[in-house]
């Protein structure tokens, strides 16, 4: 399978504690970004990366959540003293630069309930 | 505040039956337009890019045009394996230089029965 891979692809955790996500993308790609999306919503944007570097953040990226893609590879996602606000789907994408149209390639993401 | 606003929420039809999906965006400056397909339990996939007003694109049964200020995704002879959540998204200007920092609408959820 070539595709986004994201694990898990489900994590149950109590409020207060820290999870942490894995996003490893397409080989070939060296844009990785990080979207949330609640149940009847749309994703949102949090973070992007271009190989190793984190170069965009959204204003939804409270401290208490931390990215990295070391290496330029695969990505983490860390969200810690979980909220009930934080229940939500995670969704790593991919992408290769183009001049004229990037097509973002989503994993099925990871589904986070904090209880 | 720019803004993606997707018609109608859901939408069921028969097979055989045409219709649209309308995206009205309201953004500063629009880079690009992107509708993708969403199955349950699933990331988005990927449908089409529209940059002007005017443009249209085509892939079998769907094809996405663009206006000034809302597209279309019409839906000709739709089948059941159609059925899916429709998500409109937008690049705006001002949103930083990355191709994928998007605004998504809450999507169109279509159901086609047999």
């Known amino acids: 399978d070539t595709g986004v891979s994201q694990n898990p692809r489900h994590k149950i955790t109590k409020r207060g504690q820290n999870v942490t996500f894995r996003c490893d993308p397409i080989?070939?790609?060296?844009?990785l970004y990080w979207y949330r999306q609640t149940l009847g919503q749309g994703p949102e944007f949090l973070t992007y990366?271009?190989?190793?570097?984190?170069?965009?953040k959204s204003r939804l990226l409270s401290d208490r959540f931390s990215a990295e893609r070391p290496k330029g590879s695969f990505s983490t996602l860390e969200i810690q003293r979980t909220e009930q606000g934080d229940s939500a789907m995670y969704l790593c994408a991919s992408s290769y630069p183009s001049t004229t149209n990037e097509k973002l390639f989503f994993g099925s993401g990871t589904q986070l309930s904090v209880l | 505040e720019d803004q993606v606003t997707q018609s109608p929420e859901a939408l069921r039809l028969q097979e055989g039956e045409s219709s649209s999906l309308n995206c009205s965006y309201t953004?500063?400056?629009?880079?690009?337009l992107f509708w993708y397909r969403q199955d349950p339990g699933k990331g988005p996939e990927f449908l089409f890019t529209l940059y002007s007003a005017g443009e249209e694109k085509e892939k079998e049964r769907l094809k996405a045009t663009l206006t000034k200020k809302e597209s279309f995704l019409h839906i000709t002879a739709p089948k059941p394996e159609d059925s899916a959540t429709y998500l409109c998204?937008?690049?705006?200007?001002?949103?930083?230089?990355?191709?994928?920092?998007?605004?998504f609408g809450k999507g169109t959820k279509l159901s086609v029965k047999p």
């Open positions: 998204a937008v690049q705006a200007v001002g949103y930083g230089g990355s191709q994928g920092n998007l605004i």
């Open positions: 990366f271009q190989n190793e570097a984190q170069l965009e």
């Open positions: 953004v500063s400056g629009l880079r690009g």
């Open positions: 080989s070939e790609h060296n844009r």
